[in-house]
């Protein structure tokens, strides 16, 4: 055998010693990380965007090489046997690696040949593989007509072709509905109980909560390594739930921020979570009854403990934000039936809701439900088949210019100019939005001081570091002052304390009366809303308070559900009603 | 290890089942992507068409006005070879100011006077002169101009002469144009415009799809398996080359049923030529897009360092020997500079062998430099 | 209000495009390198031609001819043939262009009052430039003709063709290209700036910000079409300035009849780039179909070849390409002063080009928002 790979059976799979990687002048993408991947159990590579998960991940396979420090995998170092690491890893990149021009059938084919599994093995890996990702009914398809979640089980399959000894997938769990992100994770523990390591990356602090062992990105540093648990007990006895308050929990989370001994708050439900300093209980405000109870800690509590604790409760935009009367209890977006077809697809089935003033409503579901065409046909993108939409008594496709001037938009990536100067971004959307003189100056002003853009005026919006994108972002969005809120998944793969951030703002414009429609396949910011739809395959399958829909599954078996939870129950009672 | 035949057997086998793989899936994917049957067959067509009909070097019925200011059986004989010439559409007149506008305006490309002493002149033998007025605005029309007029004066004179009426001229010119005796502009535009064709196949193209891997992740997953850079590059380029034939052959047969060019010159000929540029041809894709990992930069890299130079440095349309001297020596890295000739040679001329054999080995040459540099630049990193 | 708004988004078009590094690119490289290689190295001008001679005469009178050739600036190099079988080696592997022979008679003839004969064989494959080589070859030998004894007989009945070129008299290639440059120029930046600033905005998903924003599509559609105009017109002013000051071109007409017109003739230009970049998802789409556009409207402009010689077809396709209208008027402003009439005459249709793309464009617009 060659030297390298006689190695014991404790020995762990990947080695890392000092490893740093930087590109260009920017801050290094990695800096001096070390750490172990083990076999036979589920390493989480966790971290927000930008942390370096996927730099970490190209080190290991060989394809890139460390600036400084070794990577050692299976035995052999990255930067002398490349060749043997990727003969005996599986690897399945962030889009799955999947030629979509392909079908299911093809891909296999082809990874099977380039991996070299024999002939005399294909029928039957083929077979186990196929019906272990549930795809033997769609061989002959195009990769890229599957659905996301199709798409991650054919990647992983072709990952798997030929049994790797460590198995390597890059945010598996994105744009994934919550139910076949849960069957890729069952089939993965399967995988693990054989003796192949997994490293997992991931955005999604609930995907880390459950690995065996975790390794925590941020900014390019290791902050943790270790198991789940012994992140969350950092925090232990001091996460508090908030329940049974009385009066306008928002305001009440932002006046708790405020004060000494509170780490961090996010609004839960009709709850309020809370993470205090060590020793410390909950204040109480005055006027307000409730109890407090002590609730397991999660792993984001401790994340967020890590970083020193979330941003304060006062939002200074809110603060010189005008207040909207509340008028006669019109809802101000209305939705009546919304259908969208494209061709024989229906994206959109006869969706229906209103929204009153200064309420959260959160679109929930997996990509490719259809939240995003109700979204669109909502904020005047598309025109919907049939049925119709009002935004503030409005329809955005006949009333154009004078109805879109009350509404602030964000979209799901950043689309901002990138290569204007944050200055001149902030003066386009001003002139769009038909602020000039006095006023333009005074609110781009206001803006430069809340968001702290004084000294980045002159940057390209694209040279910024995501947290600072996605407060331009906000800043863009809400120059004009206007009653409603569009925000197109917003806080999807930012730092935990940026969306702290970016909501305490949220919370306060509400409070201000702004009205805010929301879509997210983010289960934990779905319970930052007053209410929420559960789009599922085109149609409105839920509708009520995060609160409502839990309870609504609630059983012998879960007796206090997570929204996940709630989610999968709902869609499968569903998909159940169907069948039937 | 690696000296046990079986081990080295079965590598082997590994080896030539992961090529057929990666060839196989390359042409399930041009036979699928619209975008590739429209590089590889559309728009060879719409340029083929364009070089076949649109742009014509020929100036046949050039528009002239013809002034005749004294009508005399000598002034009218020589007016009617004007008429009668196939170079010339003719409006007549009797003032040259009747065409002056005409001139201006680019109705005409040239007033053809006969002088009023004209006839008095001929007849006395004082240096009878026809004049010409050109349009100098588009000096390769006026020049036609001028040398067809000359050529009708000169024909009429001739036929006099042999009527017996007149001097035989001292020095006759005999022209003979060789190859291409009616002097169609079609028959040498078609054959270049083959190889502008085979420059979009081999470099757009390749350089398009390369980087569409990478753009798609579909490149980092290839790399993570044990195929090797060589492989993976052989495996793209057997597709490609095929197709850059599949379209020459397309655009030869157009141009010899449809166009009525000659192919005077063998089958074998054609295909090593095209064979060997294809070489260059990919391996400048291939360096495209290894440079750039970018569909969009690629396209614009691949449009600027490989399409314009076969079409405007390589002797197609402009000849490069009057080009400066520095624009020259850089045409000696075009590789269509030198098939465009060849390809001319093989339609029009025949084999000639000790040309093509030179065309052959610098683009062999330029091949191996091209692919150097691109499996140096597709090593099997990232970044 | 509507001003405001307009103005925020000119202001934000203009510098997308120059703080982009690509978009800066595309504004500086294109027009130098074409401005380089069309006014030098695009030419149909035939200079430096290797030409062979075969003399098998060794009077006077070959000799004389052989001079005059080698005195022509035309021929770079003369090599002399001792065989018929060399000229045909020559001439198929393209060492020369063309081919004298001068039979062993040559003097005799010429000196005995017998029409003597000189064959000129020429590369039938590179056929434009043969012709003009025949061109040159003629006349030196009908001067030379001219100076034989039997000629100086015949010169006074000769008859002499004298050519006068108007509006060039020197026929420079560059007093033909560069005005065309202006008018490419401006199709080629217009087309490639428009087409790629909404394709750019769709693939980075900032339209749809665009298109939530109190903006109407007809202000969107000015705001995307006055920048790229202002581009340029800026790159005709720069080659202007160089057809001038670097080339000598004489500027004859009306700088404000040529920017009259240019101001159509870009509307025109940029209503395609908009038609093109509403088809077209990305900016690798909008790249190619500005190309698949270029291509056959350079070809089929009257740029290079005439119209005229065109198929009768063939021509009408030519009506609907705004660079055609345009070269008129530029080459016609610099070399011929052509009358106001006629510029209004080709802006017309200039005008009527722009009004339906632009009107389909935002039809197209329109129609991707269902």
Known sequence: MTSGADTGAAAPFVRLAAVSKRFGAAPPALDSIDGVIEGGRITGLVGPDGAGKTTLIRLITGLMLPDEGTVEVLGYGTRKDPASIQAAIGYMPQR????????????????????????????????????????????????????????????LACALLRKPRLLLLDEPGVGVDPISRRDLWKMVENLTAEGIGVLWSTAYLDEAEACDHVLLLNQGRLLFAGSPPEMTGRVKDRVFRLSGTTGRRRERLARLLDKDGVVDGVIQGEAIRLVMKQGLTPPLLEGSSGSATATPPRFEDAFVDMLGGGPGGRSRLAETQRQFAADGGRPVIEARGLTKRFGDFTAADNITFDIPRGEIFGLLGPNGAGKSTTFKMLCGLLKPTAGEGRVAGFDLRRDAAEARNRLGYMAQKFSLYGDLSVLQNLNFFAGVYGLSGARKRERIGLMTEIFDFGTIHDMSAKDLPLGLKQRLALACAVLHEPEVLFLDEPTSGVDPITRREFWTHINGLVEKGVTVLVTTHFMDEAEYCDRISLIYRGRSIALGSPDEMKARVAGMDLPDPTMEDAFIALVQGSEAKEAA | MSADPKKRKSERSGRARRFAALVRKESSQVVRDPSSILIAFVLPLILLFLFGYGVSLDTTQTRIGLVVEEATPLTRDLAASFQASRYFAVANGRDRREFEDDLILGRVRGIVVIPARFAADHAAGRHPAVQVIVDGSDPNTANFVQNYAQGTVANWERQRTLEGQGQPPAIAAQQRFWFNPELTSRNFLVPG???????????????????????????????????????????????????????????????????????????????????????????????????????????????????LPAFLLSGFLFEINSMPTIIQWFTYIVPARYLIPSLQTVFLAGDIWPMFGRAIAVMFLIGCVFFALAARSTRKRIG | MWWGRLKALIVKELLAVLRDPKGRTILIGPPIIQLLVFSYAATLEVKNVDLMLLNRDNGHWSQELVQQIGGSPTFRSIRLANSPAEIQFAIDNQHVLAAVEIGPTFSRDIEAGKPAEVQMILDGRRSNASQIVSGYLSRIVGTLAAETPAGERAASQAIRVEARNWFNPNLIFQWFMVPNLVASIALLIGLIVTALSVARERELGTFDQLIVSPLRTHEILIGKLIPPMMIGLFHITIYILAAVFIFGVPLRGSLFLLYGSAIFYLAAVVGLGLFISALSMTQQQAILGAFLFMVPAMLLSGFATPIENMPSWLQPVTLINPLRYFLVIVKGVFLKDIPVAEVVHQTLPLCLIAVVTLSSAAWLFRRRLE
């Open chain 1, 96 to 155: 799955f690696g999947l030629y979509e021009d392909l079908s299911v059938q093809e891909n296999l084919d082809l990874y099977a040949d380039l991996r070299g599994l024999p002939l005399a093995e294909r029928g039957r890996t083929f077979a186990e593989l196929l019906e272990f990702t549930d795809l033997a009914r769609f061989t002959t398809r195009l990769a890229g007509k599957l659905s996301g979640g199709m798409k991650q089980k054919l990647g």
């Open chain 2, 193 to 307: 415009s083959i190889a502008i064709v085979m420059t979009l196949v081999g470099t757009l193209l390749t350089s398009l799809v390369v980087a569409r891997e990478w753009e798609r992740g579909t490149m980092e997953a290839m790399m993570a398996t044990p195929v090797s850079a060589a492989e993976l590059l052989a495996g793209k380029l057997l597709p490609y080359f095929i197709l850059g034939l599949s379209s020459m052959t397309l655009c030869v047969l157009l141009a010899i049923f449809l166009f009525g060019v000659p192919f005077r010159g063998s089958v074998v000929a054609l295909y090593a030529l095209s064979a060997t540029f294809l070489m260059p041809a990919l391996g400048q894709g291939l360096l495209i897009s290894a440079a750039t990992k970018n569909q969009f930069l690629a396209s614009q890299l691949a449009l600027i360092s490989a399409f």
